[in-house]
């Protein structure tokens, strides 16, 4: 069987079994030929027909040092090995506490004092969200604290908590009314402007630092999260940071806060954790959160919430090899260079694309705008970002809108600057071949 027939054979399995996240699965597989990725090197992918492509989106956000870095594989051979798994119910395990400590150690000593490990984004939210309420539920006098306040357009998740915070209309409309109790706000304005009776049965408020991922990668105003964060101090009610997309060096810095000196009372890492290899997840707190679930065990205070691969071990080894890798190749010293090139290259983008309508950049993150020559949106059944990131892949790159009409580029950060400029024409190739058709 030749790879052609083989392929073949992968979609049509596909399409007979297969349900894909996110996805209209009417449309999957009628315009843009269905992919198999089949393996990858460094920022490429390769398809199962042998075609390479610049992995654009980091798959989905998540990978950091490229693929396949000997370090982390090595990590992780050595760590099956070994074992797989076992139960961290009960039990411990070396790896665990050693990324914990060192997860801790980022931190002024003394902040951020405890790691529960979760699998995902999802559960690391769940997990920050059941702690924050049952933190006061069982604290004398902060009983009514039940509620949480997000940001409009924000998304952290999911699972039915995590996904009752999301401020995205498209995915959470209907499912309103089913999870935890949230208010909405805009910005800082609109939050001091809720009513103190109100606040004062607010457990927690929760938001992507520094930069909205699935809202068209939109940055927050800068001082805005230190004002958040004294706010919250003032109020009595915890920060909750949702560092799924902007954690381990997206923005430029290791963690997000980091760029205005805030240290939150709950943190929530996942996606570039273990460099996207595997899953696993990190809700990060504090010792005074740790200590009001201290109790007789008659007080019933423990936090009974867990899952079967909490801790996961290959988890914990790729993500002590992935924080190696970050301090043997100076992996953040090496950023402002690439950060730089984006920027130049973006707005080289937006002058010279007759498509492109505006740029956002955060680090290593880029949203695209797109929109028709004379500045008019899009509509949204045109699909002209899903087409304009079809129309790259003859080019060699790979990325996905993040909305109907907004590109994302965020590569991951080992990616050279000849492989930036690689991908910023194929952008802008892909962008024109389609929109010239729209
Ligand atoms: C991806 C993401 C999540 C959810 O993480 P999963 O691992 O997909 O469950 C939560 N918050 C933000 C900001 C994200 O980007």
Redesign the pocket.
Known sequence: MNAQQQTDIWIRRDLEHCWHPFTPQSLWGTEAEILMIQSGQGVWLTDSLGRRYIDGNSSI?VNIHGHCHPRIVAAIQRQAATICHSSYLGFGHGLASDLATRLCSYFPKGTLTRVFFSD???TA?ESALKMAFQSHVQTPGEEARRHFVAFSNC????TMGAASLGGVGTFFSKFRGFGVEVTHVRNMEELRALPPQFLSTVAGVVI?PVIQ??NRMTPWPQGMLRELRDFCTQQGIYLIL?E??TGFGRTGKLFACMHEGVIPDFLCC??GLTSGYTPLAACLTTEAVFNKFIGRYSENKSFYYGHSFTAHPIGCAAAMASLDVFEEERVLEKLPPKMQLIGELAAALKRDNPYVSAVRQCGMILGIDIAHTDGSPYAQDERAGEKACVAMRPYGLLTRPCTHDTIVFMPPLCISESEIRHAFRAMDGGICDALSQL
Request: aromatic share 12%; glycine share 18%; net charge negative.
């Open positions: 956000w995902d984004g999802s939210l998304y952290h998740g999911d992507e991922g699935v949702d799924v997309m996942a996606k």
